[in-house]
C-alpha cells in the first residue's frame, strides 16, 4: 500500500496535470510519483539529462583544451615576433626589392602548407604539444610554485649567450629598439 499525500498546486499546475492524466495509460498520481522522484532524485533521471549532462562536460573540457591551445600559440607567435624584430638587422636599399620577392615567395609557400595541413586535418599545436608532453612531461610546470618563468630550467653555465635564461632575445641596440618600437 502505498502512502497518501495531499498537496496544495498552483491553477495553472492543476490544469496541465488534469490535461496529462488523460493521456491512455496514465493517472495524476502517476504522474506525480514520477515528477517528485525525478526531483527528489536527480541521479535516477531516464529523460536525458544526465547524457546532456555528460555532453556539456565533455565539451567543456575540450574548449579548455581549446583554450590552452590558443594560448600557447598566441605565446609562441609573440616570442618570435618579438625575438625576430630583436635580431633582424635593417637591410639596405639596394637589397629591399629582392626581399620583398623572396618573403612574397616564402608567405606563398608558408600559405600553401597552412591550407595542405587544414584540408588533411593535422593539426600542428596539438602534435608539437603531444610530442613535448611525451619527452618532457614537467616542461610546463618547472619552477612554477619558484615564480620563475616557464623554460627557466637552469641557469646557464656556458658563459655569456645571446639569449637570457628564459629564452628572450638580447636587448637590441637603441637604434635597432627604435625601428621596433616603431613597427
Not at 1 to 18: F, G, H, I, N
Not at 63 to 71: A, K, M, N
Amino acid at each position: 500500500m502505498k502512502p497518501k499525500l495531499s498537496a496544495y498546486v498552483s491553477e495553472s499546475v492543476a490544469q496541465r496535470l488534469e490535461l496529462a492524466a488523460r493521456r491512455p495509460g496514465t493517472n495524476k498520481s502517476a504522474i506525480v510519483d514520477a515528477a517528485l522522484d525525478r526531483f527528489l532524485n536527480p541521479e535516477r533521471d531516464t529523460s536525458g539529462d544526465a547524457a546532456l549532462i555528460r555532453r556539456l562536460d565533455r565539451m567543456s573540457r575540450q574548449l579548455e583544451r581549446t583554450d590552452r591551445d590558443l594560448g600557447v600559440l598566441a605565446e609562441t607567435i609573440a616570442l618570435f615576433i618579438r625575438y625576430y624584430l630583436a635580431i633582424t638587422p635593417p637591410l639596405p636599399s639596394q637589397d629591399q626589392d629582392a626581399a620583398r620577392a623572396l618573403g612574397r615567395e616564402r608567405f606563398e609557400m608558408f600559405v600553401a602548407q597552412v591550407g595542405k595541413r587544414v584540408a588533411s586535418g593535422g593539426r600542428l599545436v596539438a602534435d608539437v604539444m603531444d610530442r613535448v608532453s611525451a619527452s618532457k612531461p614537467d616542461l610546463f610546470m618547472r619552477n612554477v610554485e619558484e615564480g620563475a618563468p616557464l623554460g627557466a630550467d637552469q641557469p646557464s653555465d656556458t658563459g655569456s649567450r645571446s639569449h637570457t635564461a628564459a629564452g628572450e632575445p638580447p636587448e637590441p641596440s637603441p637604434a635597432r629598439r627604435e625601428e621596433v618600437d616603431n613597427v
